[in-house]
């Protein structure tokens, strides 16, 4: 009995204990936040964070956040949710009550982003410049091409060669420095090859869309030494659904004939997640000032499907896409020329997470591209076919190793197979293969923040060549590249709502097949193109300064930036003429690249705002200060809007300044002044919203040129045009 006795007294002992420690303060206490708008009504699916616990929940029915067991001390509580300024408070667990209410306002411009880390981070508290473009200011910007749909955010132009092929420049970097990608993969087309190549993806199947302003070369690789654009459709279900959940786009236009929709339906039984979606699109002939610019129409057929298993904790999904363009190609080969862009599109992606332990998730993303053009010429005979297949794995393994200290690592790699036929066959059928392995790392601080990782590319051409050499055709060869990149960000909170964030990189960029190896003419550049299997890596080391601020009435980012890069490649005029015309060099000189981006919101009084904004950016080889090619003009613009429940009505004026600082045979481009109106309402009905917008585009019939656009000499850019559209998210 005495036994019993022991363990009927141990077992009181230690529930006593175990009732004092829980009503100890060491077990933490709860805490609660109700998310609201500015007048009151509960926010759903806010997310509500305590980045020093790493503690992360989502805003129920009634716009509460709940966290259980959160010790005595001050913390910051950020929230944030899609449409909504987000906002960042402190809060005194142990000393002030333990309730909190949080307002978030209504912002026309988004800032969460998925490109600007391995995980979703607020671009206000983000190491490197960044822009998310969706929701209404989406609707009201959204265009035939994603250049287009791009070209009025800060420190982004549009590359073009009349309207149906266009791409981003950003910070004045086009091409292979540019990397474009499609929920976070690559897109595997051509656009970055040629002038006349367009980027295969509908601007109205996105959900946002993201830009990366600088080096990004630490999480992307290569290609993303200028920036990174990508877009968002959320095609592969990556959390549980319940229901059914779509979206509908519909547009038309009067100064290109336009017409299109785009949509897409998803069905969940929070298991098993299926979505269908697709997309079509046409313009007729572009009418300037000074007319119909010929063969300028465009045509876009694109669907597809996925199928995802979710639970809370991860999802494994996969889906499968085609899409089909058609468009023009202005002044060559006697203005008959079109193109036929077709692509396949495979995804495979998986994610655990919450696994606890060092590691606490890892990732993978998986695709497969099958790519091919036809270059068709008046007649509709075939001149040149192309073959692009690309495949790519990546594996990212999450870690959060201390309370202030969280990063990723992982691997990647692509095989590309690369092959050409016909008149415009310029390089040998080529294979590119390429791996890495990458670090990426975060401390995070209650007052700052710290940034730090590594990369190591290697990358190998292996191209098909014939073993007798023609005479005045330089023989291609083999080339291998390792290449190490990485950035060191600081980022700072000046307050709640002020942050400053410093950013250094060391990037590297290996040079394009295009760059290697081709050799002859190529009408879609107008040039006769001459690779070199001899160049050298790109190697750069840039900086970037940024400013931002959320005030109550007063919003914005102001951003200075510098790369001076090592072995920069561009197309060297020899003065030479072949097949009339003008022979280029790929070649490399050392070249320096500065300039600014500025925005800021201004509320003026109740429903007013004011908008203003301007970017440039000058570069130059650094030995003699001559201007490099294709650099576009500094800019500003100002608009003031109307808003109050539901209604936005915006005066837009946007002004670019000539760019006479010209490189060889390229010509000046005149200043000049464009007028838009624009004019949407939203209208809320149960859990479906539907969005109505008119634009006014160049409401004075201005005519101006762009100065990145191959035929801006022979035609004038769109004149004045009505633009409707229509939505709905349900």
């Known amino acids: 009995m005495s036994i019993f006795r022991g363990i009927e007294r141990g077992a009181v002992g230690v529930g006593l204990t175990l009732a004092a420690l829980g009503a100890s303060p060491a077990l933490g206490e709860t805490l609660e936040a109700r998310i609201t708008d500015l007048d009151g009504v509960a926010l759903v699916g806010a997310s509500c964070a305590l980045p020093r616990l790493k503690q992360e929940v989502v805003s129920d029915a009634q716009g509460q956040c709940r966290f259980e067991s959160v010790d005595a001390g001050a913390y910051d509580l950020s929230v944030r949710l899609r449409g909504y300024t987000s906002a960042r408070v402190a809060v005194n667990v142990g000393t002030t009550a333990l309730t909190t209410t949080v307002k978030l306002k209504e912002s026309f411009h988004f800032s969460e982003s998925v490109t600007v880390g391995p995980q979703s981070k607020d671009t206000f508290e983000s190491y490197q410049a960044a822009t998310v473009l969706g929701g209404e200011d989406l609707q009201g910007r959204l265009a035939g091409t994603l250049g287009e749909t791009l070209n009025s955010q800060a420190g982004v132009n549009m590359r073009a060669f009349g309207p149906g092929p266009s791409r981003p420049v950003i910070r004045g970097f ?12 690559r897109t595997g087309d051509l656009s970055s090859q040629s002038g006349d190549h367009g980027v295969t993806l509908d601007p109205a199947s996105a959900t946002q869309i993201e830009v990366v302003r600088g080096p990004a070369t630490l999480l992307y690789g290569s290609n993303a030494l200028g920036g990174v654009v990508n877009l968002v459709s959320d095609e592969i279900a ?17 100064a290109n004939a336009e017409a299109g929709g785009a949509g897409n339906l998803t069905f969940g039984n929070e ?27 465009s045509e876009l057929k694109a669907g597809g499907a996925s199928l995802s298993r979710t639970a809370p904790s991860g999802y494994f999904g996969a889906s499968y896409a085609y899409d089909d363009t058609d468009y023009g190609i202005p002044f060559v080969e006697e203005g008959g020329t079109t193109l036929n862009p077709r692509r396949h599109r495979v995804d495979v992606r998986a994610e655990k997470r919450n696994l606890g332990g060092f590691i606490q998730g890892v990732k993978f993303v998986g695709g497969y591209r099958d790519y091919k053009h036809d270059e068709k010429e008046a007649d509709g005979l075939v001149a040149t076919s192309f073959k692009n297949r690309f495949t790519e794995g990546q594996l990212l393994l999450n870690h959060g190793s201390g309370v202030h200290s969280k990063g990723t ?9 690369y092959a050409t036929a016909g008149e415009e066959s310029l390089a040998p059928p080529t294979k590119q293969n390429s791996v890495s392995g990458f670090l990426y790392e975060e401390l995070t601080y209650q007052h700052f923040g710290l940034q730090l990782g590594g990369r190591l590319d290697h990358t190998t051409f292996d191209t098909e060549t014939t073993t007798v050499a023609l005479a005045g055709i330089p023989t291609p060869r083999d080339r291998d590249f390792t290449e190490a990149s990485g950035s060191l960000g600081v980022l700072g909170y000046l307050g709640r709502d002020v942050t400053v964030a410093l950013n250094f990189a060391r990037s590297a960029r290996n040079p394009s097949l295009e760059e290697l190896y081709n050799f002859g003419p190529h009408a879609g550049n107008f040039a006769f193109e001459v690779g070199s299997s001899d160049l050298a890596a790109e190697r750069g080391m840039g900086i970037d300064l940024s400013l931002r601020w959320r005030k109550p009435r007063v919003s914005g980012e102001l951003t200075v930036f510098g790369n001076r890069i090592d072995d920069f490649i561009f197309p060297v005029q020899t003065g030479e003429r072949e097949d009339d015309l003008p022979v280029i060099v790929y070649a490399a000189r050392d070249a320096q690249f500065r300039g600014l981006e500025a925005h800021v919101d201004v509320d003026l009084a109740k429903s007013f705002s004011v908008e203003l904004g301007a970017d440039g950016v000058r570069a130059q080889a650094r030995d003699n200060d001559d201007p490099l090619p294709r650099i576009p003009p500094y800019r500003g613009w100002v608009a ?16 670019s300044a000539k760019q006479d600082r010209v490189y060889g045979l390229e010509t000046p481009t005149n200043g000049f002044s464009l007028v838009n109106l624009h004019t949407s309402y939203r209208l809320i009905r149960g859990a479906s919203i539907h969005t109505f917008t008119l634009r006014f585009d160049n409401a004075t019939d201005t005519r101006w040129r762009n100065h990145l656009n191959f035929i801006k000499d022979q035609a004038p850019e769109m004149g004045r045009g009505l633009k409707a559209l229509y939505s709905v998210r349900f």
């Open 174 to 185: 086009d091409g292979d420095r540019v990397l474009v990608l499609e929920n976070g993969a």
């Open 238 to 254: 990556t959390k549980p659904v319940k229901g059914t959940h779509g979206a509908f786009t519909l547009q038309g236009g009067t």
């Open 271 to 297: 298991r098993w997640a299926f979505r269908v979606g697709g997309s079509g699109h046409r313009t007729g002939d572009v009418k300037t000032p000074d007319g119909a610019i010929p063969n300028s129409q």
């Open 409 to 417: 690592f992982g691997a990647w790699a692509t095989h590309r197979d």
């Open 640 to 655: 003031l809007r109307f808003e109050r429940k539901g209604f936005h009505l915006e005066g837009e004026l946007r002004a």
